[in-house]
């Protein structure tokens, strides 16, 4: 197989973040992910002062690294290119190869990550088809694999949260904590893909640390509702990020003068509290998609939100085109189903904007 041909397939198949060519008057809902970087940001990329990062001296990326390590309560953080980079260095740092990781049959690691886990680590998945993205005591226990001369044994537990695939779905500390128990009994570490752990903090009204003290690690993303261009943050215990640093050298991701966009990142953390807009943003967008007929909506708990149009009788890519048609962009998220997601580029006008394109789209 050409590498060239490994690369167009998952584009052709997956219909999700193929390139687009955008309209000045499209409303992209594609994903949190297409933010652009506000004036404070870009003073904040052309005002850090920075150094070389893999030698550990830009002081902006230290700050950050600091500053992510406490806003989630943890030791240390590492700053990542991206949040696959992330998962991807935290399984490989918790795990030895030919090791199971127990993990939801719908998250990112399992569906949206290119068996990274296998083509990285050595790793095997053992999915769980669990209620809300997060497995139960139950399920992670007739999971757990108990290494002996035949059984590679279960290496890691990955959670997720918000749920991306589920719908953005914040779960509480309680059902984090129920799930990371049983899997710490048998000397499993968690690790938790929080891409959107802010998102979840917010619609939960608790704290970020609260969400992730009962896990061994964490990753969360800078470059999604919080609006950064680039960057991701990994953290845990010191010696967990001591190695996660080797790690992310052997994956490519050791940075030279990263301050420049480890700045925008350190402006990014400052808003968390914003991301309630983006909720209350895609509850207006659910609410007004819902009016359509032969549309199903999944009442959003976070900025995404699962729209099923099996009822209009077309399918997912054909309501995706339509909406495209009709000035929205929209996500293809399975046969019938299309992703909404909100975030700070888009307004309340824009929403009713989308809704009443939608209308006219999708009716
Ligand atoms: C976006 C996302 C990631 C990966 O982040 P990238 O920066 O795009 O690599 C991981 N997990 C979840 C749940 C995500 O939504």
């Given at each position: ?9 998952p ?5 999700y ?11 992209d ?61 935290a ?5 030895e190869?030919?090791?199971?990781v ?14 990274g ?10 999915t ?25 044994g ?15 779905l ?9 799930a ?15 891409a ?5 903090a ?8 609260e ?12 470059s ?22 080797r790690s992310r ?7 030279r ?26 509850a ?41 048609e ?38």
């Amino acid at each position: 197989m050409s590498g060239i041909g490994w690369v167009d397939r998952p584009r052709a198949v997956v219909g999700y973040m193929t390139v687009e060519r955008v309209r000045g008057d499209m409303i992209d809902l594609r994903s949190d992910t297409v933010t652009t970087p506000d004036e404070a940001m870009r003073e904040a990329a052309a005002e850090a002062p920075v150094g070389d990062d893999v030698y550990g001296e830009d002081p902006t990326v230290n700050e950050l690294e600091k500053r992510a390590a406490e806003r989630v309560g943890m030791e240390a953080a590492l700053y990542v290119p991206t949040g696959t980079m992330g998962n991807q260095i935290a399984a490989q740092v918790h795990t030895e190869p030919g090791e199971e990781v127990l993990a939801d049959v719908e998250s990112h690691v399992v569906k949206w990550e290119l068996g990274g886990f296998a083509v990285h680590s050595g790793l095997q998945l053992r999915t769980v088809d669990a209620d809300r993205g997060i497995p139960t005591p139950g399920e992670v226990a007739d999971a757990h694999v108990e290494a002996d001369l035949h059984r590679p044994g279960t290496g890691l537990c990955c959670l997720e949260n918000t749920h991306n695939a589920r719908g953005g779905l914040a779960n509480g500390p309680d059902r984090i904590a129920a799930a990371a128990e049983v899997a710490h009994d048998r000397d499993v570490p968690v690790h938790l893909d929080g891409a959107r752990l802010f998102n979840a903090a917010v619609a939960l009204n608790r704290s970020a640390a609260e969400l992730v003290a009962p896990v061994d690690s964490v990753m969360f993303c800078l470059s999604k509702g919080l609006g950064a261009p680039v960057g991701s943050m990994l953290a845990g215990s010191e010696e967990f990020i001591e190695r996660a640093r080797r790690s992310r050298k052997l994956f490519g991701g050791g940075m030279r003068q990263a301050g420049v966009i480890a700045g925008p990142g350190l402006r990014a953390l400052e808003n968390v509290a914003e991301l309630s807009a983006d909720h209350e943003n895609a509850a207006a967008l659910a609410e007004g998609l819902e009016g359509i007929e032969g549309v199903a909506v999944r009442p959003p708990e976070t900025n995404i939100v699962l729209v099923d149009v099996e009822g209009t009788g077309s399918s997912a890519e054909d309501a995706v085109g339509a909406l495209r048609e009709a000035g929205v962009l929209a996500s293809r998220f399975g046969e019938t189903t299309i992703r909404l997601c909100t975030h700070r580029d888009v307004d309340r006008t824009d929403v009713e904007t989308a809704v009443d394109r939608a209308v006219g789209a999708l009716a």
